[in-house]
């Protein structure tokens, strides 16, 4: 029997401070997330961030969370209860840090009978942090706990041209009405080592800021290679909206430590559109999330707007994610049918 198992990033149970650090705890020390020794990673992590970061990230969270709870487990529920009305095959939902846990989801669709999963990683760019480390937990829980079970993942879907239509159109409905000047594309930031290490070649990719090339030049390291897939949403969306490349930009946000992570970065970007490019109207578009989430409510919507109009911007509008957006949920169902028929026992 089939089923299907989505997975979301996750969030804490709360916003008091001890589950925010239980939840930071899990999430920073993955080895995908800090890539470090485990012993530098529990110095950092454990003998830094913990001891400062949960108190200011509860009141982060408090800012953006709603009477159901948090924004990104509401809203991946909403999503995975109108996938199953498409669907005959089990859908079950995960969290890659916090609850309900990607063990769990896999002992839900193991109780209803179901022995070939197909694994939905709910990012639309490949990255060790993100879509990788779902993968390599996914597969350990199996081996040690679901051994009959076999598990087939959706690959990055960045450049599928139905996803790139139902985003494209969820872009353009929202920004219908209103007027703007320019549109950025901010996506989650990886550190640039990460870029490398990703790379299968050892040889093709180079992060740097400003070098572009190795992002417009065909490899196989792309299927990989994170960098290159945010700027290719930006361009698929482009092309499918008819965008004017001038008016475009992407940025990279969320970073953390002083090592180099991938720029330009989305905090100076809008203030530099205002200040530096003259800017009025500023328009946000947060591509690597399917879920609308801390970071796309709090760090865009309410710091970047903040820091926009203080630097003489007028208008701001974040778009809100592909969230549980009907097209969206057609766009999954069709690879859950496809999912379906194939090989089928």
């Known amino acids: 029997m089939k089923g299907v198992l989505l997975v979301n990033l996750g969030?804490?149970?709360s916003t008091n401070p001890k589950d925010v650090k239980k939840y930071l705890d899990e999430f920073l020390m993955d080895e995908r997330v800090?890539?470090?020794?485990?012993w530098l990673r529990a110095f950092i992590v454990r003998g830094i961030i913990l001891n400062t970061r949960p108190k200011k990230s509860a009141e982060a969270y408090q800012k953006i969370w709603w009477k159901e709870g948090s924004p990104l487990?509401?809203?991946?529920?909403?999503?995975q209860n109108k996938v199953q009305a498409k669907t005959e095959l089990p859908v079950a939902l995960a969290m890659r840090y916090g609850n309900?846990?990607?063990?769990?989801?896999l002992q839900e669709l193991h109780d209803k009978g179901v022995t070939d999963v197909l694994l939905v990683p709910l990012y639309p760019q490949f990255a060790m942090a993100t879509t990788e480390t779902i993968l390599v937990?996914?597969?350990?829980?199996?081996?040690?706990?679901?051994p009959n079970m076999k598990i087939t993942d959706v690959p990055a879907f960045y450049n599928k041209p139905e996803y790139i239509k139902a985003l494209s159109n969820s872009i353009k409905d929202y920004l219908a009405d209103k007027d703007y000047d320019h549109i950025l594309f901010s996506y989650h930031g990886v550190p640039e080592r990460h870029i490398r290490k990703s790379d299968i070649t050892k040889s093709h990719c180079n992060p740097e800021a400003g070098n572009l090339s190795c992002c417009n030049t065909p490899s196989e390291a792309h299927k990989y290679c994170y960098r290159h897939q945010c700027y290719q949403t930006t361009k698929n969306v482009i092309s499918e909206l008819g965008l004017d490349e001038n008016k475009v930009s992407t940025?990279?946000?969320s970073r953390l430590g002083v090592d180099p992570w991938l720029q330009p970065y989305t905090d100076r970007t809008i203030v530099n559109k205002a200040e530096k490019d003259g800017i009025k109207k500023l328009a946000i578009v947060t591509p690597a999330f399917v879920s609308d989430c801390l970071e796309t409510l709090e760090e865009i919507a309410m710091e970047g707007k903040h820091d926009f109009l203080e630097a003489g911007g007028e208008e701001f509008y974040t778009v809100p994610c592909i969230n549980d957006n009907d097209e969206w949920v057609d766009v999954l169902a069709g690879w859950?049918?496809?999912?379906s028929v194939s090989s089928k026992q």
Do not use: T
């Open 100 to 105: 309900p846990s990607i063990k769990n989801g």
């Open 34 to 38: 800090i890539d470090v020794p485990f």
């Open 137 to 146: 937990l996914a597969e350990e829980l199996r081996k040690e706990f679901f």
């Open 11 to 13: 969030s804490p149970e």
């Open 336 to 339: 859950i049918d496809e999912f």
């Open 73 to 79: 487990i509401v809203l991946s529920e909403r999503l």
């Open 251 to 253: 940025s990279f946000q």
